[in-house]
């Protein structure tokens, strides 16, 4: 086409969205933002945004069961399970300014609620009205996956999605699915009084972590009162009942409510994907190249529509290349940087990871070296009795580059940030512990594992020269 109404079209105002309409606006592309729920996206309205803040006041709740801990002969806290839901909204509504229509407007980017459906390469339907594009770019997110299992069409389940609707906190909960998510939520409902079962079908929960995690998340769940059943398959539901077959045999686990925490898939349908020839992957997401480009050339997509990562954080990384892809190709193109992707689970303790771990070492016969540190010998955590967890890099053998780390500790989505940087521009261990870190935080942690290495490392024929030097001076 000679002319375009817009630079580019963003279809969803989710994490994704919003940061490819930010960036595109900054830089004085005229910009149209459909979505056609609410701007936020998932993250703010039913994901990350509510389970943090809900996460947060269970964990008051369990500070002051705690609270002989800390000094204290007694604590009472009685509360209304509704008085923590409203809480939840009222920091969704406190943060929905940052999202809001108002301010991407105020930016210069044309908001549209409705359905935006794909009729050509250039051009989007939305209420009835064409919209013409050099470039689109296709941010529509995920949803929650709901398994086929008889009978759970006849019970009013639970998802991310209208699990914040909730007004009495259920006295049976049972979890299916014992990832992130899953345990995520266990840990808080069973703080604030549920009798939690997580329900995993595989052999173990949290499966893309190391066996010495996983085996710290079961005690502490064992010692919070959360049934963790692995090897459990759901068959049917029963009235309030679900029926598993466990190695053959049939175990019946009552419950008042059931939360699907199974994954998430994308939205791909009812925008005009499939009538355009959008190929999608075999696991339903968008495929797209190292420029995040789909097989229509003007046409990118970012976000949890095509993963592989379904982070709000990585979400908004790949929004910037789609987004400076989107509006200045094929003058300049930049492929899209997966070399240092973080992330958490906000457990108690938390669990962050960067980089690889030992099961995807091993699974990659990547050779590897580990330092550990543990965070029960860290000042910090001693006075905050929180000596729980551990600092894990692998490095390269007989080096300080840094392959991946992992970390169980409180605060460890914030310890592991260090590590990314380091990962991404290069920085070893040595420079890690050369860097002065302050006294008494977690992050001393960092340069602890950094001198365990060191001194895991130090040249045994030197040592033994400065050991003679020394008896020579004394």
């Known amino acids: 086409m000679s002319k375009y109404d817009y630079n580019v079209i963003v279809i969803g105002a989710g994490s994704a969205g919003l940061v490819s309409s930010y960036i595109a606006s900054a830089v004085k592309a005229k910009v149209l933002l459909i979505e056609k729920y609410k701007m936020g996206g998932d993250c703010l309205n039913t994901g990350c945004v509510p389970s943090k803040a809900f996460i947060r006041s269970a964990k008051m709740m369990s500070y002051a069961r705690r609270a002989k801990e800390f000094g204290f002969?007694?604590?009472?806290?009685?509360?209304?399970?509704?008085?923590?839901?409203?809480?939840?909204?009222?920091?969704?509504k406190s943060i929905e300014?940052?999202?809001?229509?108002d301010r991407y407007t105020k930016l210069g980017v044309d908001c549209i609620d409705g359905i935006g459906k794909l009729i050509s390469p250039h051009k989007v339907e939305v209420k009835g009205k064409i919209l013409t594009a050099r470039s689109i770019i296709i941010a529509t997110g995920a949803h929650p996956m709901v398994p086929n299992i008889e009978g759970l069409d006849k019970i009013n389940y639970l998802t991310s999605e209208n699990l914040w609707n909730l007004k009495k906190l259920p006295r049976k909960l049972v979890i299916l699915g014992g990832g992130p998510?899953?345990?995520?939520?266990a840990q808080a409902f069973s703080r604030l009084g549920s009798e939690v079962t997580i329900v995993e079908m595989s052999s173990q929960i949290m499966s893309r972590e190391d066996n010495d995690v996983v085996q710290l998340v079961k005690e502490r769940f064992k010692k919070e009162g959360i049934k963790v059943l692995v090897d459990h398959k759901a068959i049917n539901f029963k009235s309030n009942k679900l029926i598993c077959d466990h190695k053959g045999k049939e175990k019946v686990i009552e419950f008042d409510q059931v939360l699907l925490a199974l994954g998430r898939s994308p939205n791909i349908n009812g925008f005009g994907l499939s009538e355009l020839g959008v190929k999608i992957r075999n696991n339903g997401t968008i495929k797209a190249n190292q420029f995040l480009q789909t097989n229509i050339s003007n046409i990118f997509v970012c976000g949890d529509v095509t993963g592989p990562y379904q982070f709000t954080h990585t979400a908004a990384h790949q929004a910037w290349y789609a987004t400076v892809n989107a509006l200045f190709s094929p003058f300049k193109k930049f492929k899209v940087d997966y070399s240092a992707i973080p992330w958490t689970t906000f457990l108690?303790?938390?669990?962050?990871?960067?980089?690889?771990?030992?099961k995807e070492a091993?699974?990659?016969?990547?050779?590897?070296?580990?330092?550990?540190?543990?965070?029960?010998?860290?000042?910090?955590?001693?006075?905050?009795?929180?000596?729980?967890?551990?600092?894990?890099?692998?490095?390269?053998?007989?080096?300080?580059?840094?392959?991946?780390?992992?970390?169980?500790s409180s605060h460890a989505g914030d310890l592991i940030a260090e590590y990314t940087l380091a990962m991404k521009h290069s920085i070893g261990l040595n420079n890690i512990l050369g860097t002065i870190h302050v006294y008494p935080t977690y992050s001393e942690a960092n340069k602890f594992v950094a001198g365990e290495w060191k001194r895991s490392h130090l040249p045994l024929f030197l040592i033994k020269v400065l050991e003679k030097f020394n008896n020579i001076r004394r």
């Open 348 to 358: 108690d303790p938390e669990i962050a990871r960067v980089g690889l771990n030992e």
């Open 362 to 408: 091993k699974e990659l016969n990547i050779p590897y070296e580990t330092t550990v540190f543990g965070i029960d010998h860290l000042d910090r955590a001693i006075t905050d009795s929180e000596g729980i967890g551990f600092i894990k890099v692998l490095t390269k053998p007989g080096k300080d580059k840094i392959l991946g780390v992992t970390i169980v």
């Open 97 to 101: 300014p940052n999202d809001s229509r």
């Open 73 to 92: 002969k007694k604590t009472e806290v009685k509360f209304e399970f509704q008085d923590i839901m409203k809480r939840v909204q009222t920091i969704i």
């Open 181 to 185: 998510i899953g345990s995520e939520m």
